[in-house]
């Protein structure tokens, strides 16, 4: 009878916390404090300003695509980067379809956001 033996275990390794995780962690730094705009209950985003700001104030060249709209990403407007990089994100659905349930939920945000 192997009863009462003690069996060695190593000891098991903590699980990795996932990626999303450790970047909030970092966001808990309160390194990044918003400066340049009201709205210091906000997240930082980027250049002092919560991400609203960032994008009404801080950026603020022509998008190269459609010269009379703002640039959004990547020297586009948000219309063309949506567009492009929609699609990117469609097809990566298909590789993944478990995720496809994840992102549709999140695009469908966006658009009640927008
Ligand atoms: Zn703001
Ligand atoms: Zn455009």
């Given at each position: 009878m192997i009863i009462g033996k003690k069996r060695r275990r190593r000891p098991e390794k903590k699980e990795k916390a996932p990626d999303l995780e450790t970047t909030s962690g970092c966001f808990a730094r309160?390194?990044?404090?918003?400066?340049?705009?009201?709205?210091?209950?906000?997240?930082f985003y980027a250049k002092g300003m919560c991400k609203n700001c960032y994008h009404k104030k801080g950026r603020t060249k022509p998008a190269?695509?459609?010269?009379n709209k703002t640039m959004y990403s990547r020297n586009l407007c948000q219309n063309c980067y949506m567009k492009y990089y929609g699609k990117q994100r469609r097809r990566d659905n298909r590789e993944h379809k478990l995720d496809e349930a994840n992102l549709f939920a999140e695009s469908d945000q966006d658009k009640s956001i927008v």
């Open positions: 309160k390194k990044k404090e918003i400066t340049n705009c009201e709205h210091v209950d906000q997240k190269n695509c459609c010269p």
